[in-house]
């Protein structure tokens, strides 16, 4: 990545006048129980723990503490010294965990009452960098344009290098009606992008319906405390109004950054009825779960296709993955963002807190989602020159490996209609523009709609789409949520 390889190349040139000028204006024998403990913790490293070689690389710690405390440029507490170990400690494990100062933790918590103003976008830390994950559809940075693998590298004019992932998602929080400006940096894009955005109280849009013929479709955008509840009042409304009219049923999961476990077990139990939806396994069996279905499909069985793409995270992948390994649903789009993973949050006695990997997802054949993410039954593309957004979790720094699920992938479906098999794999010459708010623009959602016939036994019906013969939405009448419920949740930071 072009980006970051600038970043290493100027940061070992400073780093090498730093070694010089260090040689030749110290005094060596300050230093030899440094280098004494140093070599003493690099014989320990080729060892397994113990508690004595544990007591080795402490006291290379120590030594180190003394050293940058005695003879750093400027004064340093041992609190900011030991807090920076500590965010180093837990951060470089996997682009998930972090650690937290307590006044960090405040805000965080503070933050998740909603009494805050956001710009609706959920990023991680890739690198050294703030990247985005998924801009959520209806906020601020949706409107403003922002897309899935943008790098927010300045905000109102400040660098972000160098802050941990919570210092920067708080530089883009604020006051409600506040403006920030935000420097993106864009694959391909020629020059860095400022897009200007005012801070909200967020209210998403999390489940929007609308029916195209005799096709429900059901576009969830998150998975929030009533993600499940609001799906289930779209498809009554539905139901209700168009009673026997609808023959199949599409679950839009693009751009879904996921949100909370439960929410994504209760919105597969709606459509499969029984059997396994997911599973979690980590290193102690009070983190291994398993969650069944209870036998409610609310559509009676009728057929599904899902929407998948890069910006498909977490919970959306297990909605994605039980349905798909429960020969539920066809899954039509790209592959899924890779997710695969849980944090707990762990407060400590300071006052600060950890928020710490501690189990992956399975499907309920085996697999896990982590750094694979979900394949798509008929791969489609939005436009010719669509990427799948260019990176996935398997793409992040110090990435969580993928390991004890079942090695192969889904076995390719043969129950498939004829013309399910003949969907072009991205659009023709001169398709407009992609809009998700416009139907005509959508190519991924024509073909999904075509999937949903031909599995319903209807005819090939003509595209583009027209408008939707009636459209409907369920908002969220509370504020957007930052950091979650202490347990089983897998958002990372939201601006």
């Known amino acids: 990545m072009k980006l ?32 004494g403990a140093s070599a003493l913790a690099r014989d320990a490293s080729q060892k397994s723990d113990s508690p004595e070689e544990t ?26 010294l030991i807090e920076n170990a500590l965010d180093g400690l837990v951060g470089n494990l996997d682009p998930h965990s972090s650690f937290m100062t307590e006044k960090q933790y405040k805000e965080m918590m503070t933050q998740i009452s909603g009494k805050f103003g956001g710009l609706g976008t959920k990023v991680i830390y890739e690198n050294g960098h703030v990247r985005v994950v998924s801009p959520i559809e209806g906020t601020p940075a949706f409107r403003a344009g922002m897309k899935p693998g943008d790098y927010i590298t300045e905000v109102d004019g400040k660098s972000l290098n160098g ?38 109280i967020i209210h998403i849009q999390v489940v929007r319906s609308a029916v195209y013929g005799p096709v429900a479709y059901l576009r969830i955008s998150e998975f929030d405390d009533n993600t499940d509840a609001e799906l289930r009042k779209a498809w009554s409304a539905i139901a209700k109004q168009h009673k026997k009219a609808i023959k199949a049923v599409i679950i839009d999961l693009r751009l879904n950054p996921g949100g909370k476990l439960d929410q994504a077990v209760a919105v597969s139990g709606d459509f499969i009825n029984t059997g396994e939806i997911v ?35 977490s919970a959306s992948e297990i909605v ?39 189990a992956r997802y399975y499907t309920p054949s085996g697999r896990s989602i982590q750094a694979k993410g979900i394949l798509p039954d008929i791969s489609v593309k939005q436009s010719e020159d669509d990427d799948g957004y260019g990176y996935h979790e398997a793409d992040l ?14 076995s390719k479906r043969a129950d498939l209609p004829a013309i399910t098999k003949s969907i072009p794999d991205q659009p023709p010459k001169n398709w407009p523009a992609f809009k998700l708010e416009k139907p005509a623009t959508d190519f991924q959602l024509q073909e999904g709609v075509r999937v949903a016939r031909a599995l319903a036994g209807l005819a090939d ?27 089983k949740r897998d958002h990372d930071g939201k601006g």
Do not use: C
Not at 397 to 410: A, D, F, I, M, R
């Open 397 to 410: 720094n110090h990435v969580l490996s993928n390991s004890g699920g079942v090695s192969k992938e889904v």
């Open 320 to 358: 994605a993955g039980a349905l798909q390994d429960h020969r539920r649903a066809v899954l039509v789009g790209q592959k899924s963002f890779g997710k695969g993973s849980v944090q707990s949050l762990f407060p400590l006695p300071d006052g600060g807190a950890v928020r710490l990997t501690t």
């Open 4 to 35: 970051r390889t600038g970043l290493i190349l100027g940061s070992s040139f400073l780093a090498g006048l730093g070694v010089a000028s260090f040689i030749g204006l110290s005094d060596p024998s300050r230093y030899q129980s440094l280098i």
């Open 163 to 200: 802050m941990s992932l919570d210092q920067a998602v708080m530089k883009m929080r604020g006051d409600p009606g506040t403006k920030v400006t935000l420097t993106i940096i864009r694959p391909k894009a020629p020059k860095p992008i400022k897009l200007t955005l005012t801070r909200e």
């Open 55 to 80: 007591l080795k690389l402490l006291n290379l710690f120590g030594s180190v503490l003394d050293l940058v405390k005695n003879d750093y440029v400027e004064p340093v507490t041992d609190k900011k």
């Open 279 to 313: 599973s979690t396994r980590g290193r102690h069996p009070a983190d291994n779960h398993r969650w069944d279905a209870s036998g409610k499909d609310m559509t009676h069985g009728l057929p599904i296709v899902v929407l998948i793409d890069g910006g498909s995270a």
């Open 461 to 487: 019906d003509a595209y583009p789409l027209s408008n939707p013969i009636s459209q409907t939405a369920v908002k969220k009448q509370g504020e957007e949520k930052g950091q979650a419920s202490p347990h």
